[in-house]
């Protein structure tokens, strides 16, 4: 039995391409959309998929209510989604977020509700396979390395900053250790905002450029070598939709937050071991 999805952010730039994935899949249906600029249109039409036949919702409550379904998935705003996602909980959904912006406090909001209705909900700043790779050789690199910083790059209309990769990236790396900083912030000379904002003892520098789709680098540095990792996205939406499609078949296992495509991919040290 296909497992019934409801999509919020259905004819944005991320949504359009899962939808159309979701329809093709063998193993969901989408049974609604959210949108408020294209409510009560079709989303069929919008995309050009004539067998499918849904009138797009105002908003989670109308979806849920109209067309109710088991997964909530969430490609909408920061200044929307942890409402979006708390209602979805609290219709007793389980929710899947690709958008980012959310703060820690947001996700132990989330995690608090998903546990109380006993729903599982998975998360991530980048569903790309290479971004999750990135992260974990991240953590790994951590262990040795005692110093780092983050670069993250995006287009000039990206609201949000950090970008939701490089703040789950500060995240993960801050798990490991806190990097050493040889010069305090504070003793810095100058404009100390130069110096980037922090997470976790990580210090980002957001970029924010025409030209940029989704850039983000991590800097190790040793005396006299440094090891860079990087992850450069293009412009299709493309290399998110299997990170996406797998979390929506696993979410349902899952109680409270799990963040991270990584999470799902079961990364460990003994896949490299001879």
């Given amino acids: 039995m296909k497992l019934k999805i409801t999509l919020a952010g259905a004819t944005g730039w991320m949504g359009k391409a899962l939808a159309a994935a ?26 050009n998929i004539p067998d499918l036949d849904i009138i797009i919702a105002h908003d989670v409550d109308q979806a849920i209510t109209q067309s109710p379904s088991q997964i909530f998935v969430d490609f909408t705003t920061p200044n929307s989604v942890k409402k979006n996602v708390l209602t979805a909980i609290a219709h007793g959904l389980h929710v899947v977020i690709g958008t980012s912006g959310l703060t820690e406090q947001d996700y132990t909001d989330i995690d608090e509700a998903a546990k ?17 790779l990135m ?24 609201p949000d900053a950090p970008s939701g990769t490089a703040r789950e990236l500060a995240e993960a790396v801050s798990r490991v250790r806190e990097p050493i900083i040889q010069i305090p912030i504070e003793q810095t000379f100058g404009v100390k905002e130069t110096r980037g904002g922090e997470i ?7 970029v924010r450029l025409p030209g940029y789709t989704l850039s983000t680098q991590i800097i190790f540095g040793m005396l006299d070598e440094k090891l860079l990792l990087s992850h450069d996205a293009g412009n299709s939406p493309v290399p998110y939709i299997h990170g996406v499609l797998l979390a929506l078949r696993k979410v349902s296992s899952t109680v409270g937050v799990t963040r991270g495509l990584d999470a799902l991919l079961e990364l460990t040290d003994r896949h490299y071991r001879n």
């Fill in 200 to 206: 976790n003892g990580t210090r980002i520098h957001s």
């Fill in 116 to 132: 109380h209705h006993n729903v599982g909900v998975i998360a991530a700043g980048n569903f790309s396979l290479t971004a999750a």
């Fill in 22 to 47: 979701i329809h093709a899949s063998p193993h969901l249906q989408l049974v609604s959309a959210i949108d408020p600029l294209h409510a009560q249109e079709n989303l069929g039409h919008i995309l």
């Fill in 135 to 158: 992260k974990h050789f991240a953590t790994i690199a951590a262990r040795f390395i005692p110093e780092w910083e983050i670069i993250d790059y995006a287009s000039a209309q990206k």
